[in-house]
């Protein structure tokens, strides 16, 4: 179910929202191999009438479950927007569609969590990436570097262009 605010109830005072979002209410699915949501969106959020505006303040938090980017690992990343604001107009040309006197925050909740998410998770600033390792592959001394560079060029020399 969609988190709304009914702007009746805003017209004596300011509403407090609190609760969590379902994950698939607010289709958060990424294309991101490295980042997947975890559980659902917690809220706890205050909106008020403001001229002719709908202010919603508060806070969201959701749990990621990454993956290391540089060692593969997994591990979790609470993203937290503490002072989230929000703000919509009710009238004039950017409105907000407003529907049975509610008005749909879903859409504006999505957008920032997205923008919030890591671009590149790391599990720790002092990872150092997969360990390197030696083993399966071929030594190639510069020796043989060379031969197969002059092979590939001589053959390119035969080109007649």
């Known amino acids: 179910m969609p988190l ?5 109830h805003l ?6 929202l609190q609760g969590e979002l379902p994950t698939g209410e ?12 975890a559980g659902p969106v ?13 202010l919603v303040r508060g806070s969201l938090r959701v749990t990621l479950a990454c993956q290391c980017v540089r060692c593969l690992k997994p591990f979790a990343c609470d993203l937290n927007l503490a002072e989230w604001t929000c703000l919509l107009p009710l009238k004039g040309e950017e409105c907000v569609p407003v529907s ?3 008005v749909d925050l879903t859409p504006h909740i999505r957008e920032d969590i997205l923008l919030a998410f890591p671009q590149h998770p790391v599990c720790d600033s002092k ?8 083993i399966g592959k ?24």
């Open 100 to 102: 049975s006197d509610c």
């Open 127 to 134: 990872c150092r990436g997969l360990a390197r390792t030696e």
């Open 42 to 54: 917690s809220h706890d959020l205050e909106a008020q009438l403001l001229d002719n505006n709908l």
């Open 11 to 16: 017209a004596n005072q300011n509403v407090r």
């Open 138 to 161: 071929k030594k190639t001394s510069d020796r043989d570097r060379t031969e197969s560079d002059s092979a590939a060029w001589s053959e390119l020399d035969k080109l007649k262009l």
């Open 26 to 37: 607010l289709d958060l699915e990424t294309y991101d191999e490295m980042i997947r949501v």
């Open 4 to 8: 709304v605010v009914n702007l009746r």
